[in-house]
């Protein structure tokens, strides 16, 4: 089993900054990558970043793509997830998710995550 805990959401205005933050603990050696999600209000949940956990390949959705950074620090367990020039549309609770799994494409995908984080929210306000 994974655990996974988010910190640092909340409320900032257009155009500024937050960093997210997800601690995992327990069988973190089963881990091949870690992504974040996220779900606005009345959508469905969808992926905003990911990073192996060996090896830090990237990867971003297009439409945070130069505004948002995902990085990690194996030595404790964490990922962040840094969001600048930060727009009303970004406003969602977001999630970090531990996948166990690899094939091509799946870092994208909910269903290759096996483990969630409880969800942190951010709004942005105009």
């Known amino acids: 089993q994974v655990q996974l805990v988010e910190s640092g959401g909340g409320l900032v205005q257009a155009g500024g900054s937050l960093r997210l933050s997800c601690a995992a603990s327990?069988?973190?050696?089963?881990?091949?990558?870690m992504g974040w999600f996220r779900q606005g209000p009345g959508k469905e949940r969808e992926f905003v970043a990911a990073?192996?956990?060996?090896?830090?390949?990237?990867y971003y959705a297009d439409s945070v793509k130069g505004r948002f950074t995902v990085s990690r620090d194996n030595a404790k367990n964490t990922v962040y997830l840094q969001m600048n020039s930060l727009k009303p549309e970004d406003t969602a609770v977001y999630y970090c998710?531990?996948?166990?799994?690899?094939?091509?494409?799946?870092?994208?995908?909910?269903?290759?995550?096996?483990?969630w984080g409880q969800g942190t929210q951010v709004t942005v306000s105009s």
């Open positions: 990073i192996r956990w060996n090896g830090g390949d990237t």
């Open positions: 998710a531990a996948s166990k799994t690899y094939y091509r494409g799946s870092v994208y995908l909910t269903t290759s995550y096996a483990y």
């Open positions: 327990g069988r973190t050696f089963s881990i091949y990558a």
